[in-house]
């Protein structure tokens, strides 16, 4: 009960960002931020001027974590799995590639920035996977540092408000659809919070469709951290020959359990949900499924922009600020890569009309 409460005050914060975010989303004239996105640099501006460790402390992690991740779950419901699955297979092959410019180009700008192997490959993970959860996924696998893992989630975490904000203005400009920017959003930009902030900035088919391929996305997290934990344990067995060590097992701290993304299955299954009864309430005369749609995601969103607020009130500039220019510069040429990447894809893919940047 005791830990309950103390979560109450960080949770009260966060939720009462999301609705002055909201309020402030209604009032502009012009959409062109989205609430997600107000929230978030609420919560940062905010975060200045509170202590480490303070009475909003849990609530903040648990609003920023546990909340987004329900969120996504019961966005689920207003989503059909024959749509998600029409999501991933557009763009798989545009993941595919942009998984390649991550680790690929990553290992030889890490090269030539000098930097060590396992943060290098962490901004890459970051990068092309799904921010903060991959890096916290496969740190303990090639057992990084606490403070490779603190700039890794700096570098990615800095350029994913910087697209929160450019990605929606460059989809209008160019004339994208939701589909395309739904497309590109979610596989160009880093973060989960961030892909769901990018895509309802557009527009709210866009973020679904965002949604839907960042989880897609989020799933290649389980070949990566396998591939780490097999390159981790070749390290470890040279090192051992070397040290003429007898030992002829390494224990990893390596666990499928912590590594999984299970909000996923939660969300797919909610989604299945959707997908069985839909038609069969829709053609009852005493139930609206439309507006139980509509109900379940304004939850959703609402959730989602309450998250954003806790992840901009966990966010310090200053602590960012010290994590030097290398890595910074790393993850900006991959963020950029990435994102010329996913765009040239889609446009050979015949997803973007060609017409629309020429």
Known sequence: MKKILKTLPGIGISVLIAVVAT?????????VIGASVIALFIGIIINNFLKQDNVFTQGIKFTSKKILKFAIIILGLSLNINNILYAGKLSLIVMIFTLLTCFGGGYFIGKALKLNWKLSNLISAGTGICGGSAIAAIAPTIEADDTDVAIA??????????MIVLFPLLGRAVGMSDEAFGIWAGTAVNDTSSVVATGYAFSEAAGDFAT??????????IPTVLIFALIQLNLKKKEAKLNETTDSFIK????????????IIGFVVMSIITTILEPRLTTSANFSYSDFVKITKIISKFLMVSALAAIGLNTSFSKMKKSGLRPMIHGF?????????????????????????F
Do not use: Y
Not at 212 to 221: D, P
Not at 345 to 351: D, K, N, R, T, Y
């Open 252 to 263: 990893l701290k390596f666990s499928f359990t912590k590594i999984f993304p299970w909000f």
């Open 23 to 31: 309020l402030i989303e209604k009032i502009l004239p012009i959409h």
């Open 153 to 162: 989630m700096s570098a990615t975490f800095l350029f994913d408000m910087a």
């Open 333 to 357: 040429v991959i963020s950029a890569l990435v994102v010329i990447v996913a765009l040239v894809v889609e446009i050979c893919l015949g997803l973007v009309e060609q017409n629309d940047f």
């Open 212 to 221: 839907m391929v960042k989880l897609t996305r989020t799933l290649s997290i």
